[in-house]
């Protein structure tokens, strides 16, 4: 009898191999894990986990089919509630939402909701499962502005209710942070297509290279394209930078900048014009996802990498599971220590990075510890390349052309809970509104901006 | 895909291509720009609009074939498709308040100083124009220039063409010699802008020049374009790309410029190879 208060382990790509390769690193379940972990759940009176989904999947349920064989009708119960369960399966935190609540986890592991969600996902596309039967149209236009997860949510839902939707993205490939964004590794792009092509398969339109609040204004999509309601969900796109000396140098990115490169622009193959900086050591400053993903990718070039956090483990905000990796495949961590300033070479390229040691103090707003400096405790790590994984803001882009569209001070969308902004049929969700969160909380907002488009515009 | 409806050879390099691009046209400004890619795996590179008819849906780039990128497009020929074409992007030329201009070209650069000199006309404004080329067979755009300008100089580095020297020395003749402009805009090679834009603080005339910058997204995502301007960080895509002269740190923009050198000099040797006799036109 196997021990039902572990759950099971789902296999992984080699860490030496991983180092030079970008592809996924999770390899998923197979039919008989999957059903041995679905055979976990306890199938609960309560089922706290569903609560903990911020798009409300019926979760014992499809579990419930897993563990009988019948996968086709578990994927049928994932997609009445999420567009993405393959994307969702890959990158949701979900250790601090449905699993968290998960009644397993009191006395042992939870049940692995998140790799049962990718294991239908990747089943049904595997089977080529999609049954696409294009709802009748209910004669209503409705514009979306951005492709990424909470533009995808919401169209998705609005065209399974008849509405002609067309999606604009601003870039040549639809997706989002999930194509600019995501590595290969983590969310490989030929998953992401697939689920943008069943989108397609709905009905709705996707046009890219259209940059709102530059190409067509918000308030055109409703006089001139005739929309009668306007999604904004354009994402958080500005990067942040520390105002530290030296940040101008070159071997300096963004980590948007050094990812786009690569996911977006495939310059890691070299069969791409796309130049991209391959450097030898690779600092990577912040404790997130993002950084993981830019120092896993720093690694995959072929860097020596470490992550500099002026935090400790605990605070982290990465998921676990992408330290873990991280650490199999050999970055580093300094832990308790903050950048300073950069040094540059007489030919302008960075040469070193000077950090300070922190010590943590009290709680900040945040609830997190507030990090502080130590003094006559800087020290210099040699570098070629600084990639500043600090988090980003909204973008400007909308807000500064669209007439009568309140922000909040950081640059945010201002809306109610249902998604509504100050302006009339203009919704928004997403990181457009909330500033950087994850793909789930996008995609949980712009399914019920959906739900309130299609009130209003049925109410008229 | 965005088709090339009209190519024209300005020089042996400089090429002029208009698109169909009925919806980047729409909106339109002098002094915005596009980001296109040729091909699949090809890169994203932004150009300025140097000219667009909205009733048509097109707009025009021009662009010198130096580098990968711009050589596969100049290997494109009319009626071929392109990936992407997407814009406009950047703020346009201000022109507010300004009723006698400078406007102070350098090489391709004169392709986009062209559109922002004819605004100004258009606007009334009394418009000086200074352009330079290295040599005369580098010569663009010379007519254009004469239609939209009060008073034209064409200088040349070797004194093929108009006059020899530099714009710089032109411009400070026509300042010294009385002229008083509200403002005084430069577009061409970062060396060129920054002195332009010295003479223009030695006579303390407003100056704004146009920057170029490497760029990936041009929606401001990326960072990768990022100036210092008047000691702060600025993103030339959504804040630029035209910014005060007087602000610029022109040798940082200059130092960033070169971070791709030796890829873009592979990329440009593979890609001749590839095209063989077709760079050269």
Redesign the interface.
């Known amino acids: 009898m196997a021990d039902l208060t572990k759950r099971t382990e789902m296999a992984l790509l080699d860490a030496d191999i991983r180092k030079t390769s970008f592809d996924e690193v999770a390899l998923g379940y197979t039919e008989s894990e999957a059903i041995a972990e679905a055979k976990r759940c306890l199938n609960c009176k309560n089922h706290p986990c569903v609560g903990g989904c911020p798009v409300g999947i019926n979760i014992p349920e499809f579990i419930a089919y897993v563990a009988n064989g019948d996968f086709a009708s578990a994927y049928e119960v994932l997609s009445e509630s999420t567009s993405l369960p393959a994307v969702c399966g890959r990158v949701c935190p979900q250790e601090s939402q449905c699993e968290k609540y998960c009644v397993r986890g009191i006395k042992g592991d939870a049940v692995a909701i998140g790799r049962l969600e990718r294991f239908v996902a990747d089943w049904n596309r595997k089977n080529n499962k999609n049954k696409v039967s294009k709802p009748l149209p209910n004669g209503h236009k409705v514009a979306v502005v951005g492709s990424g997860p909470s533009g995808l949510a919401c169209a998705s839902h609005l065209a399974k209710m008849g509405y002609d939707v067309t999606v604009y993205e ?3 490939i639809p997706g989002g942070v999930l194509s ?1 964004g995501i590595p290969e590794f983590r969310l490989p792009k030929s998953i992401v297509k697939y689920e943008i092509d069943a989108l397609c398969a709905l009905g709705v339109k996707i046009e ?4 709102i609040g ?4 918000i308030d055109e999509l409703f006089s001139d394209f005739g929309y009668e309601a306007v999604f904004i969900g354009s994402g958080a ?3 942040k ?1 520390m ?1 530290i000396p030296g ?2 140098l ?2 300096v ?2 980590a ?2 050094f990812l ?2 690569i996911n ?3 310059a890691n ?1 070299l ?5 991209i ?1 391959r450097p030898k050591k690779c600092v990577v400053v912040g404790g997130g996802n993002v950084a993981m993903d830019a120092a896993r990718c720093a690694k995959r070039l072929g860097a020596d990498v470490k992550i500099v956090y002026r935090r400790t483990k605990a605070e982290l905000p990465a998921r676990l599971e992408e330290v873990e990796h991280a650490e199999q495949e050999g970055i580093e961590f300094l832990l308790l220590t903050n950048p300073v300033m950069i040094n540059g070479d007489e ?3 960075v040469r070193s990075i000077v950090c300070r040691k922190m010590k943590l103090g009290e709680p900040d707003a945040s609830g997190r510890a507030r990090p502080y400096e130590i003094e006559n405790s800087d020290f210099s790590i040699d570098a070629d390349a600084v990639i500043m994984a600090l988090g980003t803001s909204p ?3 909308i807000a500064s052309t669209t007439y009568g569209l309140e922000t909040e001070k950081f640059g945010g969308i201002c809306t109610d809970e249902v998604g509504k902004t100050s302006k009339d049929n203009v919704f928004a969700g997403g990181d457009a509104v909330t500033g950087a969160a994850t793909v789930i909380l996008a995609m949980g907002a712009g399914k019920k901006a959906a739900a309130e488009i299609d009130r209003v515009l049925n109410s008229k | 895909m965005y088709k090339i409806l009209k190519k024209e050879y300005l020089t042996q390099t400089v090429i002029r291509i208009t698109v169909s691009a009925p919806l980047a046209a729409r909106r339109a400004e002098p002094g915005q720009f596009v980001i296109l890619r040729v091909c699949d795996d090809g890169e994203r590179i932004p150009l300025t609009i140097s000219d667009y008819d909205r009733e048509k849906g097109t707009v025009s780039v021009i662009f010198s074939a130096c580098g990968a990128t711009t050589m596969k497009l100049a290997a494109k020929n009319e009626g071929d498709l392109i990936s992407d074409f997407a814009g406009p992007l950047g703020k346009p030329t201000d022109t507010d308040g300004v009723k006698k201009v400078a406007v102070v070209a350098g090489g391709v650069g004169c392709a986009i100083a062209y559109p922002v000199a004819k605004k100004f006309k258009n606007l009334g404004c009394t418009v000086h124009t200074v352009i330079g080329f290295r040599t005369k067979d580098l010569v663009i755009l010379c007519d254009e220039f004469k239609g939209v300008s009060d008073v034209f100089k064409l200088m040349s580095d070797d004194g093929t063409a108009g006059e020899r020297g530099f714009v710089t020395a032109a411009l400070e003749n026509l300042i010294l010699g009385g002229e008083k402009y509200d403002k005084i805009i430069t577009i061409g090679p970062l060396p060129m802008m920054k002195f332009v834009c010295a003479i223009a603080q030695k006579y303390n005339i407003p100056s704004v020049a146009s920057m170029n910058p490497i760029m990936i997204d041009g929606t401001g995502m990326c960072g990768g374009c990022r100036l210092t301007v008047g000691g702060k960080m600025c993103f030339a895509c959504v804040d630029g790309p035209e910014f005060d002269g007087s602000l610029i740190d022109f040798d940082e923009a200059i130092a960033r410029l070169s971070i791709y050198k030796d890829f873009e000099n592979k990329k440009r040797e593979e890609t001749c190879n590839l095209l063989g006799g077709i760079k050269n036109g």
Request: charged share 20%; hydrophobic share 35%; net charge positive.
């Open positions: 601003a870039l040549h600019y890219t290279n259209v940059i530059k190409t067509v204004l796109g500005l990067p930078f105002k940040e101008s070159k071997g990115f963004s948007n900048e786009t490169r977006l622009m495939g193959r069969s791409s014009d796309t130049p900086f030919n302008g390229f973008n400007p882009l």
